[in-house]
């Protein structure tokens, strides 16, 4: 009887559920030498990569390095698309290559695009990849991102308000109502901290938020009244789980509205972007892209601290086009996402063609475009098809693909969902707005598509945050699959040079540097050089001796390296790694706080 008993419990264990977890993603990271010798003779330059945690689908990317003050206002390409100025631009981006974890290579003949040789110099190589072998993995299973007119449909904060990188980091959707701390168990729903606000009749908001430097239990939205004919921002008090309130000490009793003329004809905040904070100032916009007459965009530029309108930035050359409303598009674009990253903005608009990168620190008004990407590349173009009834329209809300949101990551790579534009889940940009291709998740179909969103902070969850509705094409499904997923992604930069200056060149001496952060929490990261090439480890062992993790297991080229350990599944205590090369060894204590 006994064993029977026992025999009924195991069938009821393996019956269960499984138990479920906190997200822990696999990080990609790529290693590669930071300096590359090249005689630019033609001969065939192999840079060595290593590629950690998940495979790569790569780009690999050769630029101009330090000529940006050469280039002023400079558009080419079919139809003027590209337009770049005071910033660096590419001579050379390969096609996709798939990376497998470990050792790879990465060959370039010395060429440009066009199959010329390029001069010798200094260059700025990049490589930029996802993973695009493994299916998405769940963040969270009851949130959900969507709308039809957002241009930044989410937001993912990540440092605190002291300005440091957050150990997790934290999503906000819904008009900034959903908090979601990344790293929570995926299913458990009732970790979501909500808040609420009522803005009183006739009052929409934007659907992003923008937390206050230095304390983030205040935060601003974008907001409209149709009726009253009134655009503003207006600054909140976080109550978790409770109703926001306003804080009526900022601006006239807690918000900042204007009259700008243009600003008359919009009827939702829907259609503008949430705001974004850079530095002192808060960014939004005033779109007119439901407006049949009046041609008109602007930046607008407000003093956060003080609640005061500091100026307007017109760009209505850029985003206003009459040849488009001839042709059955719009008169106006956008934009209406505005998203920031490195004190610079993405501007975009899920109803126009165009893509852009501002300087909101640009000395003059001339010098705030860095780029632009117009009709013309046939990446994220409108009406290109050659059979096309409003041929080459850029601002028009009836053809996809539909960009839902634009976002970059730290080298300023960006990306936008790419609904209608077939079984491609985005198109990608390289730093200078140059269009590079659409690419797809593994399983991505063509469904709806609505962000991409990057944390590149150093952290423990660095990737790309993505939806999967896409799969409520699928007819067996009742309703529209909820949810964050996540991807894996990584981009790094170094140079390629004719010479190497002692500060660049290998290090005399093997050595390992103490991890940082330490002590640690769940991430930290460890730096050692090689003085040569060879097959190099990095193992870590617990406080007995035994090993429970292996970071590297590869050949290295000769230079500086760094690698992340992710020990979120491990227990608080005392740690060693040991970092192996050839003939030397070195270990180090490490400590892992909970």
Same mark, same amino acid.
């Given at each position: ?418 609904? $209608? #534009? ?6 990608? *940009? &390289?730093?200078?707005?140059? +269009? =590079?291709? /659409?690419? @797809? ?26 939806? $999967? #509705? ?6 067996? *499904? &009742?309703?529209?699959?909820? +949810? =964050?997923? /996540?991807? @894996? ?106």
């Amino acid at each position: 009887m006994k064993k029977a008993f026992i025999v009924l419990t195991m069938l009821l264990l393996m019956a269960s559920p499984a138990i479920a977890g906190p997200f822990v993603p696999q990080l990609q990271k790529f290693n590669a030498p930071s300096v590359v010798k090249y005689d630019f003779d033609g001969k065939r330059l192999d840079i060595p990569v290593t590629v950690s945690g998940k495979p790569a689908n790569a780009i690999f990317c050769v630029y101009t390095k330090n000529k940006g003050s050469t280039i002023n206002k400079v558009s080419n390409g079919y139809l003027g698309w590209h337009y770049v100025n005071k910033i660096d631009t590419s001579i050379y981006i390969s096609p996709p290559t798939p990376m497998a974890v470990g050792s790879n290579t990465i060959a370039w003949n010395g060429k440009d695009d066009d199959g010329g040789m390029v001069p010798a110099g200094d260059y700025t190589y990049y490589l930029w990849g996802y993973d695009n072998v493994s299916p998405k993995q769940p963040v969270n299973q009851k949130l959900f991102a969507r709308g039809g007119s957002g241009g930044k449909l989410a937001h993912i904060q990540e440092t605190g308000p002291d300005g440091k990188v957050l150990a997790n980091p934290i999503w906000y959707g819904k008009s900034g109502m959903d908090k979601w701390v990344i790293g929570y168990d995926p299913a458990d729903s009732t970790l979501i901290e909500t808040t609420s606000f009522s803005l009183g009749s006739g009052w929409s908001t934007a659907f992003t938020l923008a937390l206050m430097p230095g304390d983030h239990s205040k935060f601003f939205i974008r907001v409209c009244h149709g009726a009253n004919k009134i655009q503003g921002v207006r600054k909140m008090n976080w109550v978790p789980n409770g109703v926001s309130q306003f804080d009526v000490s900022w601006a006239d009793n807690g918000i900042l509205s204007w009259s700008n003329p243009a600003a008359a004809a919009m009827t939702s905040a829907s259609d503008q972007p949430g705001p974004e904070i850079v530095g002192d100032f808060l960014y939004t916009a005033n779109n007119l892209l439901r407006d049949v007459v009046q041609g008109h965009t602007d930046i607008v530029v407000i003093d956060w601290k003080g609640g005061t309108l500091e100026r307007n930035i017109d760009i209505t050359d850029w985003w206003t086009d009459p040849r488009d409303l001839e042709l059955k598009g719009q008169l106006n674009g956008g934009p209406n996402g505005v998203n920031a990253r490195n004190g610079l903005l993405f501007l975009n608009c899920h109803c126009s063609c165009i893509k852009q990168l501002v300087d909101p620190a640009a000395e003059n008004d001339e010098d705030f475009v860095l780029w632009t990407n117009q009709n013309g590349d046939y990446i994220l173009d409108h009406n290109y098809a050659a059979d096309s009834a409003k041929p080459w329209a850029c601002n028009d809300l009836q053809v996809g693909p539909y960009t839902y949101h634009l976002g970059g990551d730290n080298n300023l790579f960006s990306i936008a969902p790419s609904y $209608n #534009e077939g079984a491609t889940s985005f198109g990608l *940009l &390289a730093p200078d707005g140059d +269009g =590079i291709g /659409y690419f @797809a998740y593994a399983n991505d179909t063509a469904g709806w598509k609505w962000f991409n969103i990057f944390v590149d902070s150093g952290c423990a969850y660095d990737g790309i945050y993505c939806d $999967n #509705e896409e799969l409520s094409t699928d007819t067996t *499904l &009742a309703e529209n699959i909820p +949810g =964050i997923y /996540y991807i @894996a992604h990584d981009s790094i930069k170094g140079t390629i040079s004719t010479e190497i200056g002692v500060t660049d060149a290998a290090p005399a001496a093997f050595s390992v540097a103490q991890n940082t952060p330490n002590p640690f929490n769940p991430s930290t990261t460890i730096n050692f050089s090689l003085a040569r090439a060879g097959k190099t480890t990095v193992d870590v062992f617990n406080a007995a001796g035994q090993k429970v993790d292996t970071l590297v297991n590869a050949n290295l080229s000769a230079g500086s390296h760094s690698v992340t350990w992710n020990a979120a599944r491990f227990s608080a205590g005392v740690y060693f790694y040991t970092v192996k090369s050839g003939e030397f060894s070195k270990t180090v204590k490490m400590t892992l706080l909970k």
